[in-house]
C-alpha cells in the first residue's frame, strides 16, 4: 500500500460509548467525535461488547468530520474478550468459539483484523496463556492503557507479538471520557482513508505507539473506576432494565 508521504494519523481501535448493551459508560458518540476531532484523530472503533455499533448516522457524522469510523465488536467468546474489527452484526451473531472465529477469518480473508485486548491483565475477560493456542485467531495484540512501572502485563504481550511476528496496537479502551486521547496507534496516511487501506496499513506497518505509564493519581483512580465504581454503576444499568 503507497502512502501520501510523511503524514502520519492518529487511531483508537478500542473504544466503549454509553451504547454499550453490557456496560456502564456515561459519554456518547458524539462526545466521543467531538473529543476524536479536536484531538486530530482520524480512524476510530467503537467495540461495544457482544453488539456492533451500527448507528448509521454517527457513522455519517464521523464522515462529515473527516473520520473513518470501523464498525466493530469486542466479543467474548468461551470467557476471552477478542476485538473485531469491519465485522456485521450478523457474523458476530454466529460467533461462540475460537473455531466459528477462524471460519469466519477464512471467509473474509484480509477484508477483517482482530486484536487479542488487554491480553495478560487480570480483567475477567483477558485470554491469557490461551494466547498462545488460539494465536492463529489474531492480526494484533494490544498494549493495554493501564500500566505504571513494574505493574506492566504488556511486556508477555510484547514477548507474545514478538516471537509470533504480530504487530502491537495501542489502545485506550475508553469507559470514560477522560481517558480517550492518550493511548493510541499512529500510521502512515493512505492514498485513500478507507477501511481496506487502513487494515492493510496495520499489518504492513509501519506503526507508532502512544501509551504513557500512569501517573500515582491516574493509576489510584483507574483502580477505583475498574474494580468499586464500574461493577457498581453495571449492577445498577442491570437491576435497571
Known amino acids: 500500500m503507497n502512502t501520501t508521504g510523511d503524514e502520519w494519523i492518529k487511531i483508537d481501535l478500542h473504544i466503549h ?45 464521523a464522515a462529515a468530520t473527516g473520520i473513518l469510523l470501523i464498525p466493530a465488536v469486542e466479543v467474548r467468546l468461551l470467557g476471552a474478550d477478542v476485538i473485531v474489527l469491519n ?58 492503557h493501564f500500566h505504571i512501572g513494574p505493574l506492566n502485563p504488556n511486556w508477555r504481550a510484547r514477548r507474545v507479538a514478538t516471537r509470533f511476528g504480530k504487530p502491537m496496537i495501542a489502545t485506550s479502551d475508553a469507559h470514560r471520557l477522560h481517558a480517550f486521547g492518550r493511548h493510541y496507534t499512529s500510521m502512515p496516511m493512505p492514498p485513500a482513508l478507507t477501511i481496506e487501506n487502513v487494515l492493510a496499513g496495520l499489518r504492513a506497518g509501519p506503526l507508532r505507539l502512544t501509551s504513557p505509564a500512569s501517573s500515582v493519581k491516574d493509576f489510584v483512580s483507574a483502580i477505583h473506576f475498574v474494580f468499586l465504581a464500574h461493577p457498581f454503576r453495571v449492577r445498577r444499568k442491570m437491576i435497571a432494565r
Not at 456492533?52 to 448516522?57: A, G, L, P, Q, Y
Not at 458476530?92 to 471467509?107: G, H, W
Not at 482482530?114 to 491483565?121: L, R, S
Open 17 to 61: 460509548t454509553l451504547d454499550d448493551p453490557k456496560d456502564a459508560v456515561d459519554f456518547s458518540a458524539h462526545q466521543l467525535l467531538e473529543k476524536a476531532r479536536s484531538l486530530g484523530f482520524r480512524v476510530l472503533a467503537i467495540t461495544l461488547h457482544d453488539a456492533v455499533f451500527d448507528r448509521k448516522e454517527v457513522f455519517a457524522d
Open 87 to 144: 465485522v456485521t452484526p450478523e457474523e458476530i451473531a454466529q460467533l461462540k468459539n475460537f473455531s466459528d472465529l477462524r471460519q469466519l477469518r477464512a471467509r473474509r480473508g484480509n477484508s477483517i483484523f482482530t486484536i487479542a485486548p488487554h491480553p495478560f491483565y487480570i480483567f475477567g475477560g483477558s485470554i491469557g496463556s490461551r494466547l498462545f493456542e488460539e494465536i492463529d485467531c489474531f492480526d494484533a495484540i494490544e498494549i493495554c
